[in-house]
């Protein structure tokens, strides 16, 4: 239930990456309104409410937060569906962010509560699965949907079908015991104690390097993962000539069998070396972008579709590669009662330069570069942009030499 609720969150966040074709031409907007309308509206206060629902979560059931977060960004999802120009479509998507703000940090504080430590990178990178099927099915029927009947029924039903899913995913999922898999060999379970205040949180967390070095590394990657998941279709359609169609099962089929096949590595990663030395947490996705940046731009001049496509497979499963090892990293930065706080301060860096910045960065300097590239003008937004990935791996190094001295361990553990 957790990743079907998660696939439905990046469903409903991404489908406009596939619509905002037809949405363009309709409401006759350019690339950097699209970026702001995908990055910023929904960024400003998915990030920000995060932190205070978090917070929250720490001492309420964190189900009945993402109840009502699920019900909340499916709701004006649907609504999505009714803008009649840019601003009523902005705030359509503000809307989609105020509820995704309690979806997603929540949850890795319960699947923490719910598997032990040896097997937590993999759990999380299971969860993560949400990641690309939501954008696979959000560019697959967004993309048939506009093709075949109208964009606008694209918002309206899957909408609707979040807001179905919300009263079953409470009857389902129950709340664990805080912490209480957060134990030595041989220790007996015990529940983490009450929930501390933000402040004592805050000076737990934000004092350790590896947690702003963590932070700042999956926010330089995630600038080009939003940003390339966004405008890629662009790409395929503007510089390929592929039509909407084709582009949302092509695209849709890339992001599947790469996504899922990347994030299951990052995880099993993770779960393999982590143990052994904490280092591999950060060590292994860095690895991962400077292998990544030199794929997207091999893939994006290959002529063939059947070998763009093979070869699209291996940066997009590389650029999800890092969830599993370092969410489980950032899970271990604080005790089991500040987790969701602590994840909530992490995406809120993440995410706030990732789809504010990466979206929008990406339409901006498209059109920036249109007077010399013309149609063109994506594809080299897009190789510019691989400096990010660059950035993101010397930032990742950097809290590899950190993190053994920043992890939290139970009582009577060794740090590794």
């Excluded at 933000?198 to 939003?226: D, H, M, R």
């Excluded at 779960?271 to 292994?284: P, T």
């Excluded at 920036?368 to 190094?397: D, K, N, V, W």
């Amino acid at each position: 239930m957790l990743i079907l609720a998660y696939t439905f969150n990046f469903l409903d966040r991404q489908i406009l990456g596939i619509l905002k074709e037809p949405i363009k031409h309709e409401l006759g907007l350019t690339d950097t309104q699209l970026g702001l309308m995908g990055g910023v509206a929904f960024a400003a206060l998915y990030t920000t409410l995060s932190v205070p629902i978090a917070w929250l979560a720490d001492r309420v059931s964190r189900t009945w937060i993402m109840t009502t977060a699920l019900a909340v960004w499916s709701a004006f999802t649907l609504a999505c569906g009714l803008a009649g120009g840019f601003w009523s479509l902005f705030l359509a998507r503000m809307g989609v962010g105020v509820g995704e703000a309690g979806g997603v940090a929540p949850a890795y504080s319960l699947i923490s509560d719910y598997f032990p430590r040896e097997q937590r990178g993999r759990a999380l990178a299971v969860y993560s699965f949400g990641i690309p099927l939501g954008t696979a099915l959000g560019l697959l029927f967004g993309g048939l949907m506009a093709a075949y009947v109208d964009w606008r029924w694209a918002f309206i039903t899957v909408g609707a079908a979040g807001l179905l899913l919300a009263p079953l995913f409470k009857m389902v999922v129950k709340d664990p015991v805080r912490g209480g898999l957060d134990i030595a060999p041989g220790a007996a379970p015990v529940a983490a104690p009450p929930a501390p205040s933000f402040a004592t949180v805050v000076k737990t967390v934000l004092p350790k390097p590896s947690f702003w070095l963590l932070a700042f590394g999956a926010a330089s990657s995630s600038i080009c993962g939003y940003g390339v998941a966004f405008w890629l279709p662009s790409f395929f359609i503007r510089s390929l000539g592929l039509t909407l169609a084709q582009t949302s099962m092509y695209y849709s089929a890339i992001s599947l069998v790469g996504g899922m096949a990347g994030i299951w590595m990052g995880g099993w990663i993770a779960d393999r070396f982590g143990a052994r030395n904490r280092a591999a947490y950060a060590l292994a996705p860095a690895i991962c972008f400077l292998i990544a940046a030199p794929f997207f731009i091999l893939a994006m001049n290959i002529t063939s579709l059947v070998w763009a496509f093979v070869v699209f497979l291996v940066p997009t499963g590389l650029n999800l590669a890092w969830l599993g090892p370092i969410l489980t990293a950032v899970q271990h930065l604080a005790p089991a009662n500040m987790r969701t706080t602590t994840s909530a301060l992490f995406l809120l860096i993440n995410n706030l330069l990732g789809l504010a910045v990466g979206l929008w960065f990406f339409g901006y300097l498209s059109d920036q570069l249109a007077p010399t590239y013309g149609a063109e003008s994506m594809r080299y937004a897009i190789y510019y942009g691989m400096t990010f990935y660059i950035i993101s791996a010397i930032l990742l190094i950097l809290a590899s030499r950190r993190l053994s001295l920043d992890w939290v361990e139970p009582a009577g553990a060794m740090k590794r």
